[in-house]
Nanobody, 121 residues
Framework: QVQVVESGGGLVQAGGSLRLSCAGS????????MGWFRQAPGKEREFVAA???????RMYADSAKGRFTISRDNGNSVYLQMNSLKPEDTAVYYC???????????????WGQGTQVTVSS
């Protein structure tokens, strides 16, 4: 069974940091560009960051620039380091795999179940 699994979410105070992780099960993430998206209650799922399959190219939403960093290791994991968190960052965060570097949901083929990030003021 092909799965993408996120972990690392939780409750943090504003200004704090969290590191989200994403791993593949039955799926080699090293063959895909990887992205992070988030969805807050009552809102559409939105792009946060993406990294190419080699890791040489990265894309960020304006809301993430300067605060979030996407990275990947040589194995089967992708990370999202989130610093200076704000209450408006509260959402379910999803990891997804795509054939090419992209920022739209329709281009992603495999999705995880999401991990909740809550930032208190």
């Amino acid at each position: 069974q092909v799965q993408v699994v996120e972990s690392g979410g939780g409750l943090v105070q504003a200004g704090g940091s969290l590191r989200l992780s994403c791993a593949g099960s039955g799926l080699s993430l090293s063959n895909y560009a990887m992205g992070w998206f988030r969805q807050a209650p009552g809102k559409e799922r939105e792009f946060v960051a993406a990294i190419s399959w080699i890791g040489g190219s990265r894309m960020y939403a304006d809301s993430a620039k300067g605060r979030f960093t996407i990275s990947r290791d040589n194995g089967n994991s992708v990370y999202l380091q989130m610093n200076s968190l704000k209450p408006e960052d509260t959402a379910v965060y999803y990891c997804a795999a795509a054939p090419i570097l992209a920022s739209t949901t329709r281009q992603y083929r495999y999705w995880g179940q999401g991990t909740q990030v809550t930032v208190s003021s």
